[in-house]
Structure formats: C-alpha cells, structure tokens
C-alpha cells in the first residue's frame, strides 16, 4: 500500500465483505446487444443504489461483480437476498435469467482513503487489504449461479440474527457443505449455504483452482474416528450451550412427512432402500404417526405434481404436511464421509419451513440399517417418546425387514406401485425382493395385499402361509395384522372383531380402523361402523378418498342421504371412480335418475362393477330391457375374472329376465348359478367360498319366486355336505330365508316366522324382512305386516347399499323395497302353495 496515495487506517476494523459475480455477463450481451444489455446495466445499476441504501452498504468496487463493505454481517446478508431477489425480476420482466454468485465473509481489513489525484488518475476512493478480502472473493468463485455461500464466521453471526430479516428470516434454509482448503488461506475452512426455499440451490459447490473440499483425512481412518469423536463432543456440547431451544412442539400420536431421501453418496442402490427403511423403523413407535405415501402421493396430484416427476423435497414435503396437517417434515440424507456410511435426518417445522434440529449416525461397515434405527430413536426421543418405550417397541431393522438392500430396495418400489393401485407392478416387486431374501416377510405380506386386492384370494391365502410362517420377523404392529388378515382370509366372520380390536389398540393405524368399518358394514352392523368410518373419513393423511365412499355407503344404508351424497361426492372429486357408483345410488334411492344416468356415464366404460348398479338402477325405474342389456354385458366380461367377479351377474340377470317375464331363461341361468360356483372349489381360501355359497343360495331364493322350491331344497343340502366352511351369519341367514320361504309355502307361515326370529334385528339382511313380511301376511298377523312394512318402506338406501357376494341381490332387493314402499300390501310375487 501507498500511504503518499491518501489516509491510511491506523487499526484493522470488523467488517462484513460481501462479494458478487453477475453469471455469464458477456454472454448475455452477446445475445441481447449492446443496446438493450446497456439498458439492463443502468436499471441493475439502479438496484444496486437502491439496496446500499436500505441496508448501509459501502460499494468498493464493481465491474460484472460488487465487492461491498458492511458495518453488520446481517445487513450484507440482506443485501444479498435482495439483490438475488432484485436480479430475478430484472431477468423475468426482459424474459432472461439472471443470477449472481455470491460470498460473504466476516473478517479484519485495513481501509484507506485514495487521494485526489489518485481517484482522478483512475484509483478506486476506497482501497481495502486483509485476509478477509481473497477469502470472501475465493467463497464468491466457489459457488454455483444463484448460491449464497458464507464462512463459518459469518454463519454464526447472520443465523442468530436472522430474526431481524422479519417473516423471510423464517424463510431461510442454512446448510453446511463442510471443510474446504482455499488457495492462500492458511486454515481449513467449513462452508455453509443460506438461502429462501425455491430459489436457493442448496448443492454442493464445485471445486475449482482455487478451492477443494478438505480429503486428506479420508485416508487414515483412526484419526478421521478420532477427529468425529471430539468434533461430536465439541459440537455437542456447543449445541446444549448455544442454541436456541428449539419449537418442537410434538404431542403423542402427531403426525409427521418423510420426505425423499437425498443421496449424497455414490451408491444409487440406496435411494429407495434406505428411504423405505427409515419410514419402517419409524413406524414401529405408536407415539409418531407417519403420513402414507399414498396420501402423500394424491395430496401432490392435488397440487398439480406427478409423484413420479415431482420428488417429495424441501418444498414439497413442507407444503404436504401443511395441507395433511402433520405437525413435521424429516428430510433424510445418505452420505459417505471418510469410506463410510453416514445417514442423517433434518427436522423442520413446515409452517416456517425452519430446521429445528438434525440427527445423525455414521455406520459401521455393512451396517448401515443399524445407523437408520440409531437416527430414528434419537428422533423418537427429541420428540418425546419415553425411552423405555422406544426400548420396548423397537427392533432392530435387518430383524423386522431384511438385511438385503437389494430386498429393501424391490419392497420399496413394491409399496410405491401398490399406493398408485398397480397391484400387478407391486406384486412383481414384492416377489423379486423375496426372491433375494425369502425370510422378508413384510414382502410376503406384501403380496397377499396385492393378490387380494386383484380378488385373487388364492394366491393371497399362500403368500399369507410364507407370511405368517416368519412372522418372528415382523414388527409388533405388523405381526397383528398377519394375524387379522389370516382371519379375513380363512374365517371372515372372526376377522371383524379383531380389526375391531386392532383399531383400539392402534388408533392412529388408520388400515387396521378402515378393515374394521368395512368388516361391520359387509355383516350389516351399521351403526357400530359408522364412528369408525367417520374417523378414517375425517383423516387428512391416510385413505382420505376410500374412507369417504365407505363412510358414504354406511350412510346411505342407513338412509342419511343428503351425507351420504356429500361424502360420496368427496370422494369422486378426489379421483376416486366408485364412490361414483355410490353417489349414482344414492340419487336412485331418491327417484332421482336423470342424476343417477348422469353419475354413472362418468364411470369409465371398462369399469366391471359399474354395470352390476347399472342393472339395478334400470329395473328401479321398471326398464327390465335395459337392465337385461346391461346384465348380461357383465356375464359376457365375467368370463375372464377370478373368484366371486366370475359369478356376480348370474343373479342381477335372472332377475331382470325375470321382470321381463321370460321365466324359461331366467331359471335356465338360476340352475347354472346353484350349482357352477361351487363345482370347483377345491384349495379355494373361505373367504371365496362363503362368497360363492351366497350366490347359489341368492339363486336358490329368485327361483322360488318363479315357481321353482326343488333349488331352495338342494342348495342348502349341498352347502351342509361342504367341508371347512367356517362359522358365518350371512350364510345362516340365507339358509334361514330359504327354510322359511319353503314353510310359508308348505302354508307354514307361523313356522316360517319362528325360524327367521333369531336374525329379526338392527343387523337384518333385507331379505329376511321381506320373508317375514310375506310369513306374516299368511298367518294373518296384521301388526307383523304393519311392523315389517313400516322396516322396510324406508329401506331404499339400504336395497343398494347391502353387500351380498359382491351386491348379487342388490337387483331383487331394489325391486322389493320398491313395490313395497308403493303399497305394503303388494308383497313380491311368490309360487302357489304346494306346487312342486
């Protein structure tokens, strides 16, 4: 320096050094021509004056960058998101991008004044000298366009004082990019990244001439370990001395968004394993709920993201948590430091998008599952959870799930294709992971799930048998469910109260309280499914669309139809196609079939149900002709189905024939309906079976009313012979109405009645209240007819929302309840008395 030249500063002074480097400026004159670039440049320039302005900036120098002096690190960082906001719009309002580069750094400088002469001679006003100066410059070159780096120094000084930026200091993201070594700076130094989420990279730098990430370490492992061990002691006990506590406001049963795992290592293999792995281990605590990847995925379709394009980050998992009302995100992250495994999780609260803390585990060699279980209970305990429970409630990962990656990895691609409802790609996942590892149960569970959502229940009985078989190898929550399904499978009619239970113990598990409602709606119990269906339809982060249809279908079977529209409706609007057919019904319970016809175009044309409600709907406003079309579209596509979907139509159009009076065709199908479902029936799970009995007896029941008692006789003789039939109420009761509809016809009525007396009830099938009308009518028993009448008048929601072998009688039950309401006396035809 040249003291002759002007005044000298006698001391070094404090001061924050912000330098920026506006990306690719001579490229951009290029393009746009000197004339609008010298435009650009005085509006920029105009910015520039503005912003020194408001946060008391001090301009050295300038040429396609800055270097500017600030009395407070936290002004120059204001400067700095202002001008990168300020540089946006410039670019957005002359269609270009513009980005700056920036470092700031914290330092001692020695300034002075240039005289005259000099400045005239072509000096700056201002000369600054200090170490200071090259290494906000070397943070400056270092980063990526639009990125903010800063030394450790000015980290410390901005982040505490971030409050004093307003509601955008709650806005900022901090992120360290650990240790560099900068060309002429003696010292290692530790690099962090601020800035607002959406705009900020928040990406590792990249190196260059003039500074490399610090390595050398990465070669002596004993003294990297010992180096991590007193860094983590050192850091730990400045964390406990310095922070802030942060706002973790948890409470027990909070729900929480997983975030997409970010892979910071080399081994792409880990994106999906160690993602689902973490969401498992966290899984296994009863004090932290997880939101679904299904939730996630049509809360991400609401917000007009693909799942599959649109990774779950930063922003988008903050806003996923916001609209699911989880009270927290945790970001995970993988990555290698010193040849091994390091797995951290961020903590951030998604109102304020603030990091509240971070958690991490560095694994020993091969055990990088371990590392998973060690972030999660830390997690679990700066939450909350008692650690005696944490203790009690988890194990190890590679003990619940597998020690195969590979496996993980396959499970995890499985569970994603099974949330979209592509139960085929789930089911080939699920089977290649165990493939690798046979003992993976929840991979065997997997595929029970997804042959039994394809109504393939015999495939789903033999992956159950793999599953319960290592159920050794699940978690507590897990192995309960193995237990249920076992029973929905094998004995249906026990399944229901321990879903019931289930859903006690695990209210928060909202799988286990949506089998439960479903299991007391199919066995018409709806006023005990009807809380539990509410509270999965209320849920903002699991089943949202299916829990709405179902909630809907228990209130149209209870006749509540202006709610079960509403919900119904929800739940189409979610994208969830029956609930449709549900609203369609519900606008035929109420004669309203224009609206009705209207709904059920919306259906997809392939869709197979659809047609069953179609059939129903046509006979409820008396156009037999049409519903024989519609039925008999269904059997031709029944043909290529599995389990019950291969018999639902036989039913809904023999009633139609019926209607239509071709008595001959009708009871020709009638005959093939009581006998094919059950001709082969070997190695079929109970669950179908009980499916396929109902439909023979549903045809044995149409028959008597054409006439036909000999089906009503051998149907139930031919049930009593079958083997491994579990206990079931609904068979019973079928039985019960066949008994007593072949008594009252033998002129038995009062018989007839004492049999159908045990299922007389809140949980009567309709047809038993039909039966007893009719008993009732032929033993003369006035008050009965006026009892059973009155039941069934208002039963029109209930004629289409009862579930018998997938709605089979729903046809014969919208007919009944039809001429029923119109005049009680008008009973449904019925075959003279003694006829054979």
């Known amino acids: 320096m040249n003291g002759d030249n002007g005044a000298s500063t006698q001391a070094p002074q404090m001061r924050a050094l912000l330098f920026t480097d506006l990306c690719d400026s001579m490229v951009l004159v290029e393009r746009i021509g000197d004339a609008a670039a010298a435009e650009l440049f005085q509006h920029h320039d105009r910015l520039v004056l503005g912003l020194q302005q408001l946060w008391n900036g001090h301009q050295i120098d300038r040429s396609d960058g800055l270097f500017l002096l600030f009395d407070r690190a936290i002004d120059a960082l204001g400067f700095a998101l ?5 540089l946006q719009a410039i670019g957005e309002q002359r269609g270009i991008v513009l980005r700056a580069r920036a470092g700031l750094h914290v330092g001692e400088v020695l300034t002075w004044e240039n005289s005259a002469e000099a400045i005239k001679a072509g000096a700056k006003s201002v000369e600054v000298e200090g170490l200071a100066k090259p290494m906000a410059a070397r943070l400056m070159t270092l980063a990526r366009p639009g990125q903010l780096l800063l030394s450790a120094g000015a980290e410390s000084l901005t982040h505490r004082a971030a409050g004093e930026l307003g509601e955008r200091g709650t806005r900022l993201v901090w992120k360290s990019h650990g240790r560099w070594r900068f060309k002429g700076i003696p010292t290692r130094q530790e690099v962090f990244e601020v800035g607002e989420i959406g705009s900020a990279p928040l990406r590792m730098p990249r190196g260059n001439a003039k500074a490399r990430r610090d390595i050398p370490l990465w070669r002596q492992p004993t003294a990297l370990a010992a180096e991590a061990a007193l860094a983590l002691v050192v850091g730990i006990c400045a964390w406990m001395l310095l922070r802030p506590e942060p706002a973790i406001a948890f409470a027990e049963r909070d729900w929480v968004v997983v975030g997409k795992l970010e892979n910071l290592s080399n081994n792409v293999m880990l994106d999906d394993a160690l993602d689902q792995a ?16 299904d939730r996630i995925s049509r809360i991400l379709e609401m917000m007009r993201k693909s799942p599959e394009t649109d990774p779950l980050d930063r922003s988008n998992a903050t806003t996923v948590a916001v609209r699911s009302g989880a009270r927290l995100v945790l970001l995970p992250v993988v990555a290698t430091v010193g040849g091994r495994t390091r797995f951290s999780v961020e903590v951030v609260d998604p109102q304020t998008r603030q990091t509240l803390a971070v958690r991490s585990s560095v694994a020993r060699k091969g055990a990088v599952l371990n590392a998973i279980d060690d972030v999660s209970r830390q997690l679990r ?23 195969s990656l590979d496996a993980l990895r396959a499970y995890a691609l499985g569970q994603r294709r099974y949330a979209r409802g592509d139960y085929k790609g789930a089911l080939a996942f699920y ?45 507590s929550r897990e192995e309960i469910y193995v237990r249920n399904w076992a029973l929905q499978i094998t004995d249906p009619g026990r399944a229901t109260d321990g879903w019931v239970s289930m859903a006690e113990l695990y209210p928060d598990y909202l799988p286990a309280t949506y089998n439960a409602a479903l299991n007391l709606f199919v066995e018409n119990r709806f006023n005990e499914a009807l809380p539990l269906a509410h ?8 089943l949202p669309a299916v829990a709405l249809d179902q909630y809907g279908r ?5 006749g509540q139809y202006d709610a079960a529209d509403v919900a119904a409706g929800k739940a189409a609007a979610t994208g969830w196609e029956g609930a449709l057919m549900r609203q369609a019904t519900v606008a035929a319970a109420r004669r309203d079939y224009p609206r009705a016809a209207v709904l059920l175009d919306r259906v997809t044309a392939g869709n197979f149900h659809a047609d069953v409600f179609r059939t129903s709907v046509a006979l409820d406003q008396g156009d037999a002709d049409s519903a024989i079309r519609l039925a008999q579209r269904g059997m031709t596509r029944s043909g290529t189905k599995t389990g019950v979907d291969r018999y639902n139509f036989y039913v809904p159009l023999a009633v139609a024939q019926m209607q239509a009076g071709r008595r001959a065709s009708a009871l020709a199908l009638l005959r093939e309906a009581s006998r094919v479902p059950l001709d082969d029936i070997a190695n079929i799970p109970p669950v179908d079976l009980i499916d396929r009995i109902v439909t023979t007896q549903a045809a044995a029941l149409v028959a008597l009313r054409l006439g036909d008692r000999q089906l009503a006789k051998a149907v139930p003789e031919r049930i ?105 006396a008008t009973l449904p035809p019925a075959a003279a008395r003694g006829r054979p």
């Open 278 to 293: 973490f969401r498992i281990s966290l899984e296994q605590s009863r004090y932290v709920n997880v939101v679904s990847d």
């Open 720 to 824: 009593a012979l079958l083997k491994g039939v579990p206990p079931s109420r609904l068979v019973d009761e079928m039985n019960a109405v066949l008994a007593a509809e072949r008594l009252r016809l033998d002129g038995r009525p009062k018989d007839a009645l004492h049999h159908l007396a045990p299922y007389i009830g809140e949980q009567s099938r309709l047809q038993v209240r039909v039966s007893a009308l009719q008993a009732a009518r032929d033993a003369g028993d006035t008050l009965g007819v006026a009892q059973h009448a009155a039941w069934l008048r208002d039963k029109a929601g209930l004629a289409y929302a009862e579930v018998e072998c997938s709605y089979c009688l729903q046809a014969l039950n919208v007919l009944d309840v039809r001429r029923i309401a119109g005049d009680p």
């Open 381 to 403: 305990d700066d939450l909350g959870e008692e650690v005696a429970v944490i203790e009690r409630n988890s194990q190890p990962l590679p003990e619940v799930t597998t020690s």
């Open 554 to 558: 228990i209130l149209l079977a209870l």
């Open 431 to 475: 089977q290649q992971a165990t493939q690798i590892d046979d003992a993976f149960a929840l991979a065997w569970l997997g595929q029970t799930r997804a042959h039994f959502s394809s109504a393939d229940f015999a495939s789903a009985a033999k992956a159950l048998v793999q599953a319960q078989q290592r159920s050794s190898h699940l978690a």
């Open 82 to 86: 202002d001008y990168q906001q300020g």
């Open 535 to 542: 509270r999965v339809s209320e849920s903002h982060v699991d």
